[in-house]
């Protein structure tokens, strides 16, 4: 690799490439030391195309559950199913990996500007900012830039657009993947809530199972799939859709993870 090569946002790859060494090292034992992470379905990772590849997943902290798959996907790429374990997998991390988030979080001190130079795609939020709700169209050049991190590589979307569950699909992830067609993987994961404060950058609890399922790609019929058919698709793949609320009140849902809380608590004393 040379030593000012750019990707397509203008990033140095031997920086990024440093960036995500480090922070991968400072951050690796949050999911398998403080706390562990379990892992289903990783195996789909490593047969998966250099590029147009699209993770989309539900949403529990603003950067703790995409730092956790980049460790995933690097690990798999490496041979590692469904374990992070032996952080080697990180000394060579696949570059072209990125991540869309609200460009305001990512403004939002110096961590944060070195996760972004990491692999953030940065796009203004239609719907909230600076904590008020608005209604703005959609930039076209966010939905572009997108489309230029397909073209290059993977990129995780959470098409929610809040870390708050049961929330509904933003229409603008099914434009994307009616523009260009990826190929979408959908992505479940769970304990990150409890682990991490809503930034996930502090450990909030320790101890706490996470998990995170990686589910084989979705089908879609890209030119005959409406947007409202491939937003329900979404909502079922992330397990988001409000049909699952039916089985459990979102009350007894809430009850039923704090004792999930306690009995793992118990079991260590």
Request: charged letters at 25%.
């Amino acid at each position: 690799m040379g030593l000012f090569k750019q990707n397509p946002f203008g990033h140095y790859l031997f920086l990024k490439k440093w960036l995500i060494r480090i922070m991968g090292s400072l951050t690796h034992r949050r999911y398998r030391g403080f706390n562990q992470l379990q892992i289903i379905g990783s195996e789909i990772i490593k047969d998966l195309p250099d590029t147009k590849v699209l993770f989309v997943s539900n949403h529990q902290t603003y950067f703790a559950d995409v730092v956790a798959m980049y460790h995933v996907f690097n690990a798999s790429l490496k041979g590692r199913n469904d374990n992070i374990k032996n952080i080697g997998y990180l000394w060579n991390p696949k570059m072209n990996i990125y991540y869309v988030a609200a460009k305001e979080t990512m403004k939002g001190g110096l961590l944060p500007k070195i996760l972004a130079y990491a692999g953030s795609v940065s796009i203004d939020r239609t719907w909230r900012a600076e904590g008020k709700q608005v209604n703005r169209q959609v930039k076209m050049s966010d939905i572009t830039n997108i489309g230029k991190a397909l073209n290059d590589g993977w990129v995780i979307t959470f098409p929610q657009g809040t870390t708050t569950p049961w929330k509904p699909i933003r229409k603008g992830t099914a434009h994307i993947i009616k523009k260009y067609k990826p190929i979408v993987i959908p992505i479940v994961i769970d304990g990150f809530r409890r682990s991490f404060d809503k930034k996930g950058i502090n450990i909030k609890k320790r101890g706490i199972l996470q998990s995170m399922h990686i589910k084989e790609p979705l089908e879609f019929d890209y030119e005959n799939d409406t947007v409202n058919v491939i937003v329900e698709k979404l909502q079922y793949a992330i397990e988001q859709h409000p049909s699952f609320l039916k089985v459990l009140t979102k009350k007894q849902l809430e009850e039923e993870e704090l004792l999930n809380e306690k009995r793992r608590y118990s079991a260590k004393d």
